[in-house]
Nanobody, 128 residues
Framework: QVQLVESGGGLVQAGGSLRLSCAVS????????MGWFRQAPGKEREFVAT????????YYVDSVKGRFTISRDNDKNLVYLQMNSLKAEDTAVYYC?????????????????????WGQGTQVTVSS
């Protein structure tokens, strides 16, 4: 079992930056990928970015490419989401998630299905 705890959310002006952290603990040996999702009020949970646990290959939703960077620190068991040039439409609760298993395509990792462990979420509010 893997446990996830997010931190780093807050209120920021448009154009500013935030870095979200996800502390990963527990039995990580079967983790295939980590992902960040977000959910705005009244909307469905949306894929933001994913990183392979073994290869550190990354994939992003088009709306954040060039602005957000997902990364991981192996020594500290942390996964980060660096968010730059924030926009009002980035306002949402951001969730860290872990996908356990042997293989998932990047197409499938853009959906919530492969992710079986979720953090509690952290609020990001961007004021315009």
């Amino acid at each position: 079992q893997v446990q996830l705890v997010e931190s780093g959310g807050g209120l920021v002006q448009a154009g500013g930056s935030l870095r979200l952290s996800c502390a990963v603990s527990g039995r990580t040996f079967n983790t295939y990928a980590m992902g960040w999702f977000r959910q705005a009020p009244g909307k469905e949970r949306e894929f933001v970015a994913t990183i392979s646990w073994r290869t550190e290959n990354t994939y992003y939703v088009d709306s954040v490419k060039g602005r957000f960077t997902i990364s991981r620190d192996n020594d500290k068991n942390l996964v980060y989401l660096q968010m730059n040039s924030l926009k009002a439409e980035d306002t949402a609760v951001y969730y860290c998630a872990a996908a356990q298993g042997s293989y998932y395509s990047y197409t499938s990792l853009q959906n919530t299905g492969p992710y079986d462990t979720w953090g509690q979420g952290t609020q990001v509010t961007v004021s315009s």
